[in-house]
C-alpha cells in the first residue's frame, strides 16, 4: 500500500492551496481516509476525514468552513480544498487510509494503518 501526498506550497494568508492523496496497492473505496498536520515542536493533529465509499466527512473545528475534503474513488484519490488560509495552518500535511475505523476513532491518528510521507503547506502572513 502507498499513499502520495502532494500539492503542497507556499500561499498568502488568505489564499488557497489544494493538497491530493493519491493512493494504490488497496480497495481504495473500503478505506477511510483522513489528512492529519503537524507543525514544528507540536504534536500530529487531526484536520479532516471522508468515510468510505464517499461517505460522511468529518473536520477539526480549527478549519470548518474553510477546508473540504472529497474523494474520486475511480482515481484512488482524495483530495484537501484550503480556502481562507492562516498562518497557523503552516504543517506538514499527512494523508493516512485505514479501513475498519469507527466514527469515535476517525480523528485519533494511532488509528490509522497507512500513511503518506507529508507535503509541506506554508502560509504567510
Known amino acids: 500500500v502507498q499513499l502520495q501526498a502532494s500539492g503542497g506550497g507556499l500561499a498568502q494568508a488568505g489564499g488557497s492551496l489544494r493538497v491530493s492523496c493519491a493512493a494504490s496497492g488497496l480497495t481504495f473505496s473500503n478505506y477511510t481516509v483522513a489528512w492529519f498536520r503537524q507543525a514544528p515542536g507540536k504534536e500530529r493533529e487531526f484536520v479532516a476525514a471522508?468515510?468510505?465509499?464517499?461517505?460522511?466527512?468529518y473536520y477539526a473545528d480549527s478549519v470548518k468552513g474553510r477546508f473540504t475534503i472529497s474523494r474520486d474513488n475511480a482515481k484512488s484519490t482524495v483530495f484537501l480544498q484550503m480556502n481562507s488560509l492562516r498562518p497557523e495552518d503552516t504543517a506538514v500535511y499527512y494523508c493516512?487510509?485505514?479501513?475498519?475505523?469507527?466514527?469515535?476513532?476517525?480523528?485519533?491518528?494511532?488509528?490509522?494503518?497507512?500513511w503518506g510521507q507529508g507535503t509541506q503547506v506554508t502560509v504567510s502572513s
Open positions: 493516512a487510509a485505514d479501513r475498519d475505523l469507527i466514527t469515535s476513532s476517525i480523528s485519533i491518528f494511532g488509528q490509522y494503518d497507512y
Open positions: 471522508i468515510k468510505r465509499n464517499g461517505g460522511a466527512t
